[in-house]
Nanobody, 123 residues
Framework: VQLQASGGGLVQAGGSLKLSCEVSFRSISNYNMGWFRQAPGKEREFVASINWSGSTTSYADSVKGRFTVSRDNARNMVYLQMNSLKPEDTAVYYC?????????????????WGQGTQVTVSS
């Protein structure tokens, strides 16, 4: 499984970015998917996840109401729309996939990680 995140960049506080994650070598149709981020000097943290059908999503408290995760199974893509960005959102963002399908979203263990994309929010 290969995951490639893109769409990051430099944006002013209050701005928006949409991240994309292209998944190769495996259909994502039956798999929950997740987004994580890692800021300099900090541990990687959960941002958002979405179940295999797109009917259920989960968000970190810090991004609720500002970020929206979505997916297009036909295109094998996952997205993260980020609005009202804050300087504290600055991080490298990664998409992730589990090895196994069939888990409830809250129980999903994310094992595959791709190259991240840098998001920098200036104040």
């Amino acid at each position: 499984v290969q995951l490639q995140a893109s769409g990051g960049g430099l944006v002013q506080a209050g701005g928006s970015l949409k991240l994309s994650c292209e998944v190769s070598f495996r259909s994502i149709s039956n798999y929950n998917m997740g987004w994580f981020r890692q800021a300099p000097g900090k541990e990687r943290e959960f941002v958002a996840s979405i179940n295999w059908s797109g009917s259920t999503t989960s968000y970190a408290d810090s991004v609720k109401g500002r970020f929206t995760v979505s997916r297009d199974n036909a295109r094998n893509m996952v997205y993260l729309q980020m609005n009202s960005l804050k300087p504290e959102d600055t991080a490298v963002y990664y998409c992730s996939a589990p090895i196994y399908s069939g888990s409830l979203l809250r129980d999903t263990r994310f094992d595959y990680w791709g190259q991240g994309t840098q998001v920098t929010v200036s104040s």
